[in-house]
């Protein structure tokens, strides 16, 4: 199957301070991109769908303006997660489609804020 | 909130055929139905998907009732690393309105 790459696998950082999440597929053009938050043993939750070129539609109770999203081109979607905070820990999961096809996985980057 | 339904848990012996059941009354006839799995701490992996027809790939096959309001997720024959959590997911796929919302999916247990 097609391979989405995410980086880093983990991170851990201080309370206040911003990190970014980079989500790569990189043998296909992903018109379409999805990030996730999952909690320890919880589903995935849908926070926001990207499509290229266009503003991410955040799901309801989503921040926007704590987790920017970026898909500035077919082969990259980031998120940062601004001003963290320990609740902000959490397995971040991102996930590329191109149209119509199955969607392709990232292998999720666990953030730690200390 | 998800369109599916799965129970919670399942057990099946290693090498026997493990039957996923999935629900999803409320499905469109746009919407297809995909099968994820996700081993512990990694990203879900794509198994399958259908629309109406019965599919078979490498990993699984595929069942969908002619009504298309329930499936059956068959992995022919289960190995210990097989166990992960299993979710059916019902998707319009492309487009604005394009989602992947999971369910809380079925924990699946190989005995060996």
């Known amino acids: 199957g097609a391979v989405v790459s995410q980086h880093p696998s983990w991170v851990i950082c201080k309370s206040g301070t911003s990190v970014k999440i980079e989500c790569r597929s990189l043998d296909f053009q992903a018109t379409t991109m999805f990030w996730y938050r999952q909690f320890p043993k919880q589903s995935l939750m849908l926070m926001a769908t990207?499509?290229?070129?266009?503003?991410?539609?955040?799901e309801q109770g989503v921040e926007k303006d704590k987790f920017l999203i970026n898909h500035a081109s077919l082969t990259l979607s980031t998120l940062t997660v601004t001003s963290a905070h320990p609740e902000d820990s959490s397995f971040y999961i991102c996930s590329a489609s191109q149209g119509r096809t199955e969607a392709f996985f990232g292998q999720g980057t666990r953030l730690t804020v200390v | 909130d998800a369109k599916t339904t799965q129970p919670p848990s399942m057990d099946c012996a290693e090498g026997r055929a493990a039957n996923l059941p999935c629900n999803h009354s409320?499905?469109?006839?746009?919407?297809?139905v995909y099968w994820y799995r996700q081993i512990h701490s990694q990203g879900p992996q794509y198994i399958i998907h259908g629309l109406k027809n019965n599919e078979t790939n490498e990993m699984a096959s595929l069942i969908i009732t002619e009504d298309r309001k329930s499936s059956t997720l068959i992995l022919p024959h289960a190995t210990l690393r097989d166990t992960a959590v299993y979710y059916c997911i019902v998707r319009v796929g492309g487009g604005r309105d394009d989602k992947i919302i999971f369910g809380k999916g079925t924990r699946l247990h190989i005995l060996p």
């Open positions: 990207s499509n290229e070129g266009s503003k991410a539609t955040y």
């Open positions: 409320t499905i469109s006839g746009n919407e297809y």
